[in-house]
């Protein structure tokens, strides 16, 4: 049982210490200074995956490590994450250090914001992601992916990291808002790509170095506004309604009768803008990787393709006959899991497992390792969509595949992304086989989200 200690706050040390030898799950040592900190920082900027794995062989599947004067729980167990997630999910918040610096991007989004404000903001959105909303987008996710398929040809090699950026983001802003943002993709790419990249390394590097990451990311951060804020503005400029969520946040009004301030509203655009596209478009990519490497799992994908499709373009209605598809983006998203981690922070006193977890201790749930337990996932590394056979999963711990996340904060934008995963592959399939060009080096990067380092150069070929 874990070891309570009460007292008060200026006991706190004291407390500390005596959870850390009593009640903490093992764990690295402290680190004693600027040293100790620019190494761990230099190691786990350049291979976070395999740092977080090393510790993991180390101290097992919870460890603590004392960092910032508050502690850092890292989970891999379904189990612990389950309660964190999900049963003491109350207990929990989202105000933790990850997140602050995505809040200068996001502003008061549905990601980040907590509490009240996040149950009422969650209440007007949903209505967006909704069963009978989904099916209407469907037409639109196969018309913007024919769309992208009609300007390639065989031959040609394209990097498909930045087609499905391309592709993701039209989606997006099409059935969401209503947007056409073909003509602003670059401005988009270019900034979100200085931002995540550039997260870790704003970490590093002072903010009053001259065009450094800082500096770089308040750029970012301007062109993204702007973009935005013009599909506000263009919207109230027409003088026309559409059933869109933009529409929604637009009509919106507060019990006293106010409405949203565009800077709410752009705080909920910016944040299911990023979200919504960049997370997909990464899991599209390393589907279509895998693909690559599996001639066998592609062979019985096109199989299914024939029979079900038979080369006409897929509907929403095609989905439940699309099963090995459906398979197969779910795999490629426990290999590469586009959002690695989430994160909270203990509101009040709690346990995971028998640990002890302090209020204000950080929690880290590290989904890439989760997908990766060897006890749930057996030869972990292999890409096999046969894991996703309805009665194998069926016995599968509770978040042991967690792409989405778990709990009241997962992610709302799944079934969308699930629909589209499903749509934009079954379509893109049956136009080109997508092969990796010869020597290209694959390498995911761990930033905000799990991308491709150095893009995805395929060769498109006729299927
Ligand atoms: C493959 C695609 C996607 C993946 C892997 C993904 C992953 C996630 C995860 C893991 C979370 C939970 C974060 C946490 O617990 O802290 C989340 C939340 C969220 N996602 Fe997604 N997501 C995807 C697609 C989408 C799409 C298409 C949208 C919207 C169009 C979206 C919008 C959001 C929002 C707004 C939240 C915050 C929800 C809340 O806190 O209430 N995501 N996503």
Redesign the pocket.
């Known amino acids: 049982m874990p070891i309570r200690v009460h007292g008060p706050p200026c006991r706190l040390r004291l407390r500390r210490v005596t959870a850390a030898a009593l009640a903490t799950p093992p764990g690295p040592p402290a680190r004693r200074g600027p040293w100790d900190d620019a190494v761990y920082f230099t190691r786990f900027f350049l291979d976070p995956l395999g740092f977080v794995g090393e510790r993991f062989e180390q101290y097992g599947d919870i460890y603590y490590a004392p960092s910032g004067g508050v502690g850092l729980y890292v989970l891999r167990d379904p189990e612990h994450i389950w309660e964190v997630?999900v049963r003491d999910a109350a207990k929990y918040g989202?105000t933790h250090s990850a997140l602050r610096q995505l809040e200068g991007v996001l502003g008061e989004g549905?990601?980040t914001t907590d509490g009240d404000l996040?149950r009422r903001q969650?209440r007007l959105v949903q209505p967006a992601f909704g069963p009978k909303r989904l099916a209407e987008y469907a037409a639109a996710f196969v018309d913007e992916c024919e769309r992208t398929a009609r300007g390639w040809y065989p031959g040609q090699v394209r990097d498909l990291s930045r087609e499905m950026m391309d592709l993701t983001l039209r989606v997006?802003c099409r059935t969401?808002f209503g947007h056409d943002v073909s003509g602003q993709t670059d401005v988009v790419w270019g900034a979100i790509k200085t931002l995540t990249t550039g997260f870790a390394a704003a970490r590093l590097v002072p903010g009053w170095v001259p065009g450094g990451p800082q500096a770089r990311s308040e750029q970012a951060r301007a062109d993204l506004d702007e973009v935005v804020m013009g599909m506000i503005a263009d919207r109230r400029a027409s003088g026309q309604s559409h059933p869109d969520l933009l529409q929604r946040l637009l009509d919106a009004r507060d019990e006293d009768g106010s409405a949203l301030t565009d800077v709410e509203i752009r705080d909920q655009l910016l944040?299911?803008f990023i979200?919504?596209h960049e997370?997909?478009s990464h899991?599209l990519t390393w589907t279509l990787y895998l693909l690559s490497q599996h001639p066998e799992v592609e062979a019985e994908l096109r199989r299914e393709l024939r029979e079900t499709l038979g080369g006409r373009p897929p509907r929403y209605d095609d989905l439940p006959n699309l099963t090995y598809t459906r398979m197969v983006f779910d795999e490629a998203?426990r290999l590469f899991?586009?959002?690695y981690t989430?994160a909270r922070r203990a509101e009040a006193d709690t346990v995971i497992g028998n640990w002890e977890v302090p209020k204000g201790a950080e929690v880290i749930v590290w989904i890439y390792r989760a997908h990766r337990l060897e006890r749930v996932w057996p030869e972990p590394e292999r890409f096999d969509p046969e894991r996703f056979r309805p009665e194998a999963s069926a016995v599968r711990p509770k978040c042991a595949y967690l792409?989405?996340?778990a709990g009241p904060?997962?992610?709302?934008?799944k079934v969308?992304?699930q629909v589209e995963?499903q749509l934009l592959l079954a379509s893109l399939l049956q136009h080109f086989h997508f092969e990796l060009e010869a020597g290209h080096p694959v390498e995911p990067l761990p930033r905000i989200t799990l991308s491709p380092k150095h893009g995805m150069r395929m060769v498109l070929t006729e299927v």
């Open positions: 997630l989202k549905l990601l996040w969650r997006v969401l944040t299911l979200a919504g997370t997909t899991a998203m899991p586009p959002a989430v792409p989405f996340g904060r997962a992610c709302i934008g969308f992304a995963g």
